[in-house]
């Protein structure tokens, strides 16, 4: 949050306003501005869901190879604490997108993707985000929208600020995979 403060004997009453002990008037506006670390969260949380969330659809096999998910996984790891890079590879979230892809033969993109602080302390940074994940054929054609939202905590790590966590309902990826088997 942002507070601007103007000092001044003549602003109209209309103002919000206080008043210290020699009688001066004190205007001040608040508004929801992000900070810069609040600014890079916000960018760096679009970054991050199009990086994890695109997929061309060249080579699904490759790609859900260990080879394959090794490289996709540094293209993670800029984003991530070293702490959640780890459970990101062994929890194997970084699958259900190249999964999902695969199942639907479809190359997968993110769009419409917003993104808003839920709260900020510190130490951490809580953003909301909701996005669209279109799935299109291989001549471009969209044939089916998924709506996601979910919720990525910040945290400094090595001076930094990179992601913990990211939850987000995954249910749908579930459902496309439990259809395929």
Same mark, same amino acid.
């Given at each position: 949050m942002i507070i601007i403060i103007i000092s001044s004997k003549s602003l109209p009453d209309d103002y919000n306003t206080i008043y210290d002990k020699d009688? !001066?008037?004190?205007? &001040?506006?608040? $508004?929801?501005? /992000?900070?810069l670390h609040q600014q890079q969260a916000l960018e760096m949380s679009l970054e991050y869901k199009t990086t994890e969330l695109t997929v061309d659809g060249k080579d699904y096999e490759d790609t859900l190879e260990m080879e $394959?998910?090794?490289?996709? $996984?540094? !293209?993670?790891? /800029?984003?991530?604490?070293?702490? #959640?890079?780890?459970?990101?590879?062994? #929890?194997? &979230? @970084?699958?259900l997108p190249l999964q999902v892809a695969h199942i639907e033969?479809? *190359?997968?993109? /993110?769009? #419409?993707?917003? !993104?808003? @602080? *839920?709260? #900020? *302390?510190?130490?951490? @940074?809580?953003?909301? &985000? !909701?996005?669209?994940l279109k799935f299109t054929d291989e001549n471009g054609k969209e044939f089916k929208s998924i709506p996601l939202s979910g919720d990525i905590?910040?945290?400094?790590?090595?001076g930094e600020w990179r992601i913990q966590d990211d939850t987000y309902n995954r249910d749908a990826f579930a459902d496309i995979i439990n259809s395929s088997l």
């Open positions: 009688d !001066t008037q004190w205007m &001040y506006f608040t $508004g929801c501005h /992000p900070s $394959g998910l090794l490289a996709k $996984g540094e !293209t993670m790891k /800029p984003f991530l604490t070293s702490r #959640n890079y780890e459970a990101y590879m062994a #929890n194997r &979230y @970084i699958v033969q479809a *190359k997968l993109h /993110p769009e #419409n993707i917003q !993104t808003k @602080i *839920k709260d #900020n *302390k510190s130490d951490w @940074i809580l953003v909301e &985000y !909701t996005l669209d905590t910040f945290l400094q790590d090595q």
